[in-house]
């Protein structure tokens, strides 16, 4: 996210933790995001696919 983003991105995530709507998994020095029930519902979507599908997101992407 943050080579897509910039270092903006860290305050972005914090937040989107801090909503419930993210939830990070520690990998080292890095983190692994995985999007959560309340961030579908959010968007009205039932599964990451209607939810990629409906925001034209790159299907590479994964839940995890």
């Given at each position: 996210v943050?080579?897509?983003?910039?270092?903006?991105?860290?305050a972005h995530i914090?937040?989107?933790?801090?909503?419930?709507?993210?939830?990070?998994?520690?990998?080292?020095?890095?983190?692994?995001l995985h999007v959560t029930e309340d961030l579908l519902r959010y968007f009205g979507a039932k599964t990451l696919e209607e939810?990629?599908?409906a925001l034209g997101s790159p299907a590479s992407f994964d839940q995890g």
């Open positions: 943050v080579k897509l983003r910039g270092q903006r991105a860290y914090k937040e989107l933790i801090s909503r419930g709507f993210v939830q990070a998994e520690d990998r080292g020095t890095t983190k692994l939810l990629r599908s």
